[in-house]
T-cell receptor, first 114, second 114 residues
Framework: DQQVKQNSPSLSVQEGRISILNCDYT??????FLWYKKYPAEGPTFLIS???IKDKNEDGRFTVFLNKSAKHLSLHIVPSQPGDSAVYFC?????????????WGAGTKLIIKP | DAGITQSPRYKITETGRQVTLMCHQT?????MFWYRQDLGHGLRLIYY???????DKGEVPDGYVVSRSKTENFPLTLESATRSQTSVYFC?????????????FGSGTRLTVV
């Protein structure tokens, strides 16, 4: 039972255009969401996050949108650059309780075409 | 150098052997985590630790043992390696468990069990 789903294994976008990566979740107790970026042979690096009390968070070229009613979040990258080619993971957490853990999606491989 | 380091980067071992993956962080972060990454599954938590001498199971703990006698070290031991444990293993650390500061990951250990 995957609580966090990234339904697109890969996405190809032209350089300079917008990249939109999607993530769906099933657990209504999740209250914090994060995006990580991963290059080959490296560990994931934290990119941007959003609390459930917000519906948008922006950091430079990266914006995350949260739609709680649809249990859906998306990461927008504008404009897309070649260095954005990587695997992007969505993760969610339900803070509180004694057994804490982040739940991760399977990842989406983003390819930026020149 | 400051950061989080994992060793070895690559390891090939035989079925039934014991193998230990090392993780060392220099930030004095309270929380440390071990994940495995497999195609189609994203990152799955094996064990985590909230402080020295405090460890707890994650989603997939069977076949693994951890210890944390010092804040900076969090070794992961496969007591009797099986082919299903072939994976890429990531260690991470964080100031808190809530994820809002993000996790910092090591570069990973690619383990092959033959």
């Amino acid at each position: 039972d995957q609580q966090v789903k990234q339904n697109s294994p890969s996405l190809s976008v032209q350089e300079g255009r917008i990249s939109i990566l999607n993530c769906d979740y099933t657990n209504s107790m999740f209250d914090y969401f994060l995006w990580y970026k991963k290059y080959p042979a490296e560990g994931p690096t934290f990119l941007i996050s959003i609390s459930s009390i917000k519906d948008k968070n922006e950091d430079g070229r990266f914006t995350v949108f949260l739609n709680k009613s649809a249990k859906h979040l998306s990461l927008h990258i504008v404009p897309s650059q070649p260095g954005d080619s990587a695997v992007y993971f969505c993760a969610a957490s339900a803070r509180g309780g004694s057994n804490y853990q982040l739940i991760w999606g399977a990842g989406t491989k983003l390819i930026i075409k020149p | 150098d400051a950061g989080i380091t994992q060793s070895p980067r690559y390891k090939i071992t035989e079925t039934g052997r014991q193998v230990t993956l090392m993780c060392h962080q220099t930030w004095s972060h309270s929380y440390m985590f071990w994940y495995r990454q497999d195609l189609g599954h994203g990152l799955r938590l094996i064990y985590y630790s909230a402080a020295a001498d405090i460890t707890d199971k994650g989603e997939v703990p069977d076949g693994y043992v951890v210890s944390r006698s010092k804040t900076e070290n969090f070794p992961l031991t496969l007591e009797s390696a099986t082919r299903s444990q072939t994976s890429v293993y990531f260690c991470a650390s964080s100031e808190n468990a809530g994820g809002n500061y993000g996790y910092t990951f090591g570069s990973g250990t690619r383990l092959t069990v033959v």
